[in-house]
């Protein structure tokens, strides 16, 4: 199977199938020949992640329904078209000719025509700006509109923006497994930004750096939030939505393996998740539980309690351009109520002067300013420390961090 045509599979199969566009790449990428990995994981997010615009570009020629799988192949070839000026039109246009021949012959003749009226006809954007800068980023416009009346307009045009930037891979050191000097020695890693490191090897998850527990895969954005827990040695710690793990992994090693970190998951099977990692890390004082962490009852022991909520995902569209394909209004009202739980379950976890840690990695106020106000207005024994919205850029994902203290204000300063 050539490239091409794997990246067509693997299109049919994350947006036919709603599979996840990053653990399709880390299961199946190996299919294709080492030479071709590169072009081919360009086509795959580079599809997705310009969805919306490379559809709208051959949609004007179609007449009638298209098939999904035909449909698919349209769109990645126009996304070559649009993007990959080093191939060939012509090249492009024979691919996608062979593959629709040899898996869809009735639809051959079709694929071939809209191809070549799509290099002829210039693209067309729409008058407004919202729309158009919604076409550009294929992103919906009603997330646009929500983002500039919850935002403003600059901040919705970086955010927009920023879902099209493509994130190098990042890795956080194990301290107790590598020194400094030692990372940078190796000719796979550069040094980025707040003590983390650029991975610019083919295969992290082969990488005997990986392997071995010395390096780890990590967002800057997320490693923010585990900073925030400020993990010592001898502090409680209680991860309640913790799979995969890495947050957790990351509290753990700064702390020197010296905090006693218990990390939750609603899930078996993600459990395994968090206890492969830690093994694979040679952490030993994490103990990984499945529970609902919205049912836990009350036990005040905890000095930290991270409540990494499960959110919509609206600040790592960079890093999960599949999200961009089904975008629903109503995918942001399904977890504020969870979060709700998660926030009232976990203050039943901290002790008397212990720090709430409430993260997300979306840009939605209702998930995240206002969840937190509204937990204070339940919880008047706790008071707001800081927060922040860490922005998406073409350095990380965007997140929101909140740290809530469990006491007085007035204890605090005095």
């Known amino acids: 199977m050539n490239s091409r045509e794997w990246v067509w599979r693997a299109l049919c199969d994350v947006i036919r199938k709603s599979t996840y566009s990053n653990l399709y790449l880390k299961e199946h ?26 559809e709208y570009a051959w949609k004007r020629f179609a007449k009638g329904k298209v098939k999904s799988k035909t449909a698919i192949l349209l769109t990645m070839s126009v996304y070559q078209i649009l993007f990959l000026s080093r191939v060939p039109n012509f090249a492009i246009v024979d691919e996608a000719n062979k593959i629709a021949a040899r898996k869809m012959p009735e639809s051959r003749g079709m694929v071939n025509a809209i191809l070549h009226k799509v290099i002829e006809t210039p693209l067309e954007m729409p008058e407004d700006p919202v729309a158009a800068l919604a076409l550009k980023t294929s992103l919906p416009e009603w997330l646009l509109r929500l983002w ?31 020194s400094e000097e030692d990372m940078d020695k190796s000719d796979r890693l550069e040094p980025y930004i707040d003590g983390l490191y650029k991975y610019t090897g083919d295969n992290i998850a082969s990488d005997p750096l990986y392997r071995d527990g010395r390096i780890s895969v990590q967002d800057p954005g997320s490693y923010e939030i585990a900073k925030w827990c400020e993990p010592k040695a001898g502090m409680k710690i209680l991860d309640l939505c913790a ?30 998740l968090i206890q492969n990692d830690a093994k694979r890390l040679h952490l030993r004082h994490i103990r990984a539980k499945q ?15 991270l409540c990494d909520a499960p959110c919509s995902g609206l600040g790592i569209l960079s890093r999960k351009p ?80 909140a740290r809530l203290i469990k006491g007085s204000i007035d204890d605090q300063q005095d």
């Not at 901040?155 to 956080?172: E, N, Q, T």
């Open 322 to 401: 599949d999200m961009k394909v089904n975008l629903k209004p109503s995918d942001l009202d399904e977890l504020p109520h969870i979060q709700k739980e998660l926030l009232d379950c976990a203050a039943g976890q901290l002790k008397q002067g212990g720090a709430l840690v409430y993260s997300t990695c979306t840009l939605n106020t209702k998930e995240n300013e206002k969840q937190v106000d509204a937990f204070l207005d339940r919880h008047p024994e706790f008071y707001l420390d800081d927060d922040t919205t860490i922005e998406p850029d073409a350095m990380r994902g965007g997140f929101y961090i």
């Open 148 to 178: 500039i009346s919850q935002y403003g307009s600059k901040k919705a045009y970086r955010y927009a923006m920023a879902s099209l930037d493509v994130l190098p891979v990042v890795v956080r050191r194990n301290p107790m497994r590598m």
């Open 243 to 272: 799979a995969p793990g890495t947050k957790t992994m990351a509290m753990a090693e700064m702390s020197g393996d010296k905090a006693d970190i218990t990390a939750l998951d609603l899930h078996d099977h993600r459990v395994e």
């Open 291 to 305: 529970a609902d962490s919205t049912k836990l009852e009350p036990n005040p022991v905890y000095d930290v309690v």
């Open 29 to 54: 990428l190996q299919e294709v020949d080492e030479k071709d990995r590169k072009l081919a994981s360009n086509i795959f997010y580079g599809t997705l992640q310009n969805y919306a615009l490379c």
